[in-house]
Nanobody, 130 residues
């Protein structure tokens, strides 16, 4: 069973940076798509970025383009979300999630919709405050 574990959350000042690793175990991530989502109290989960593991293609929500970067390390079976120039409105719980391949050897398509992802991490709290 695929398990995902986020880490790296914490308190950061406005304008600061943070990196969130998403470590996978149980399956090798090749042909999976890994997405990052965030949730603020009272709202649903917002998709912010996704990476296709086999070819490294990426997708970003408009709200984070130019400030957040998603990257993969296939040797470590880990996906990273680099958060730069953080603002207070970026305070949220950040989750990574996996979209499995529909067929063997077929890369899962990136998407920023919650319903496409079946395995989720427990979340990492990011708080941006001075």
């Amino acid at each position: 069973q695929l398990q995902l574990v986020e880490s790296g959350g914490g308190l950061v000042q406005p304008g600061g940076s943070l990196t969130l690793p998403c470590a996978a175990s149980g399956y090798t991530l090749v042909y999976y798509a890994i997405g990052w989502f965030r949730r603020v109290p009272g709202k649903g989960r917002e998709g912010i970025s996704c990476v296709s593991i086999s070819d490294g293609s990426t997708e970003y929500a408009d709200s984070v383009k130019g400030r957040f970067t998603i990257a993969r390390d296939n040797a470590k079976n880990t996906v990273y979300l680099h958060l730069n120039n953080l603002e207070s409105e970026n305070t949220a719980i950040y989750y990574c999630a996996a979209r499995r391949p529909l067929d063997r050897g077929v890369q899962a398509t990136c998407a920023l919709a919650v319903t496409y992802f079946g395995a989720w991490g427990q979340g990492a709290q990011v708080t941006v405050a001075s």
